[in-house]
Every structure is written in structure tokens, then in C-alpha cells.
């Protein structure tokens, strides 16, 4: 599977490399939004993981513009990962159709676990959101 990680940071990027590439996923990492929109234009991830908090575009701005987008971006599974105090941004993701809102800090069974959701949904290749997220 094609994943996009979004972390300003790089804990959490580190976090989910290490968990998810020995299982044979492909991960690719995006320092900030904006980044992060040009690689998913380029390499349409099966699933993106972004950080609320990213730097040149928030999580839920890049989830906006992935949605806008149309086609096979439009149908890319988003996850919005947010730390503390955050937990607010949640009604708006699930409106702008993220499959999963995460608290930090993620350990690398909740990675997995929203990796087989999207396998599990998509038998393996890509699906609508509203098929993810019933």
C-alpha cells in the first residue's frame, strides 16, 4: 500500500516508517502541507496520514484540497492525526471525509489497525469513501 505521512514534526513519521515499511508498505514522508499536496498529486497514496498542525497547510486544509482535487486523489484515504486540546477538529474532518481521527501520540498497533481498516475495506485496491467509512 502507498502511504503519505504529513508530520511537521517527525516523531510521528519516524513512528509510522518503522512500523509500517517492514510489512511491505510503501511510505513516503511529507515535511509540511504543502509538501504534502504535491507528493500525493504525484504518487496518489492509497492512504494519507496527516498531523493537524503542519506547517504551510494545516491537516484539514490538505484533506480540503485531496477532496477538491477529484479522481483517484479525491479517493485516497485520509486519516487526521491530532495531538492535546485538538480533539474540536474532529466533526469537521469526518465532514470533509476523513475515514479515522487519531489522538497522538500513535503507537504502531493504531497504525496498523487503520492500515487493515483500508485493506480490509478495499480488498486491496482503492474503494469510495463512503464504502470505508460504513
Do not use: C, N, Y
Not at 100 to 124: C, K, Q, W
Amino acid at each position: 500500500m502507498r502511504i503519505l505521512v504529513a508530520d511537521g514534526g517527525g516523531a510521528f513519521a519516524a513512528t509510522a516508517t518503522l512500523a509500517l515499511s517492514p510489512w511491505g508498505h510503501d511510505v513516503e514522508v511529507a515535511r509540511d502541507g504543502l509538501e504534502a499536496l504535491r507528493k500525493a498529486r504525484a504518487r496518489r497514496p492509497d492512504l494519507v496520514l496527516a498531523r493537524s498542525g503542519l506547517g504551510r497547510m494545516s491537516g484539514l486544509r490538505l484533506l480540503s484540497a485531496l477532496r477538491a482535487g477529484g479522481g483517484e486523489l479525491a479517493r485516497s484515504a485520509f486519516a487526521l492525526v491530532v495531538g492535546e486540546g485538538e480533539s474540536h477538529l474532529a466533526e469537521e474532518a469526518r465532514r470533509l471525509g476523513a475515514l479515522a481521527f487519531l489522538d497522538a501520540p500513535l503507537s504502531a498497533s493504531d497504525l496498523m489497525r487503520i492500515v487493515d481498516r483500508v485493506e480490509a475495506t478495499a480488498g486491496g485496491g482503492r474503494t469510495s469513501l463512503a464504502a470505508m467509512q460504513a
